[in-house]
């Protein structure tokens, strides 16, 4: 089976943080990234892994390569966000010549907050330009009996709570699966 993205949701922190400018300076788009998640398929290998992991690292390859297909410079593994902490994101795009990045953290194990926590790190720091947590909407779709995976509006509550002027995008998938 394989699974395919059917909805994006998106959340945006603080409310009036106008997300597409952001993006714009980047060349790409909310709806771009929304589509090119959603015109994937993705594969459950079923590699003695848990599909969230499998699903992760391939939607981290989608995202790669739509930003790098748009022209824009692809951070790995060098990127921290700040120089005290050895904390990088799942993706970090950037601009030659620009300090701040957007950091994109794919997040369905129960890390969540810690991602939270590095956005209001990297914002801190000035290294952050726009975060991105990706989660489930609902997590019995993309596996049922893992109770402690976060979900969107799980993420949404925490950030709210936070009242911060960090500027994050939370995005949630849903999907469904289809036959290989």
């Known amino acids: 089976m394989n699974f395919k993205i059917s909805n994006v949701e998106h959340y945006i922190s603080p409310r009036e943080l106008n997300v597409d400018e952001i993006l714009k300076i980047y060349g790409i788009s909310l709806a771009d990234i929304k589509k090119t998640m959603m015109d994937a398929v993705f594969v459950y290998r079923n590699l003695n892994e848990g599909f969230q992991k499998e699903l992760a690292e ?14 824009r410079q692809i951070y790995r593994g060098s990127n921290l966000y700040s120089s ?7 993706v970090a ?27 209001l790190i990297g914002h801190k720091k000035q290294t952050l330009e726009l975060g991105i947590l990706i989660a489930a ?3 019995k779709v993309i596996k049922k009996g893992y109770t402690t995976m976060p979900q969107y509006k799980k993420c949404i509550q925490t950030i709210e709570a936070l009242q911060s002027d960090c500027p994050i995008l939370v995005m949630g998938i849903d999907g469904t699966w289809v036959p290989a």
């Open 58 to 71: 391939q939607l981290k390859t989608v995202i790669e390569k739509y930003c790098q297909g748009m022209g």
């Open 84 to 90: 005290a902490m050895r904390e990088t994101p799942d």
């Open 93 to 119: 795009i950037g601009l030659k010549g620009h300090s701040k990045k957007i950091f994109i953290e794919i997040e369905f194990r129960p890390n969540e907050h810690k991602d939270i926590v590095k956005f």
């Open 137 to 139: 909407i609902d997590r």
